[in-house]
């Protein structure tokens, strides 16, 4: 009686384990992303010039970041980020509209290279912020 006990002691306890290894993995966060709630100040700002229909990489990929502000003059630009297996085009990638100013957090995001696609030649505000 004493082996069936302990049988079903060790067996519950390993699907204790198990069911903890599943939600641990569930968070993991994407591609070396900051951590909630740290406090970051803006790395690097520079403007660049995307398009006329040319790809155009904004930022490389980083160790570590918190976010990445993208501001559109009046055109629109297309994305592509890390996790993405598409390069940016007329018709692939996350769109952002022109005259607008999207934060991508890292959370969300990751912190891998950023490459972008412009409809016409537009200027692109690009700020990165890294926590310290």
Request: a neutral charge; one cysteine or more; aromatic letters at 10%.
């Amino acid at each position: 009686m004493f082996t069936t006990t302990k049988s079903a002691v060790l067996a519950s306890l390993a699907i204790f384990a198990m069911v903890l290894g599943m939600l641990y993995s569930a968070v993991a966060l994407p591609v070396e992303a900051a951590l909630p709630n740290m406090f970051a100040r803006v790395s690097t700002s520079t403007v660049a010039i995307a398009g006329p229909q040319q790809v155009r990489t904004l930022f490389p990929a980083r160790g570590a970041c918190s976010s990445r502000n993208i501001t559109t003059s009046s055109s629109s630009i297309m994305i592509s980020f890390a996790g993405d297996i598409l390069t940016p085009s007329a018709s692939a990638g996350h769109w952002q509209a022109g005259s607008t100013t999207v934060a991508y957090d890292a959370e969300l995001w990751g912190c891998g290279p950023v490459t972008v696609f412009g409809f016409a030649s537009t200027s692109v505000t690009i700020t990165e912020t890294a926590f310290n």
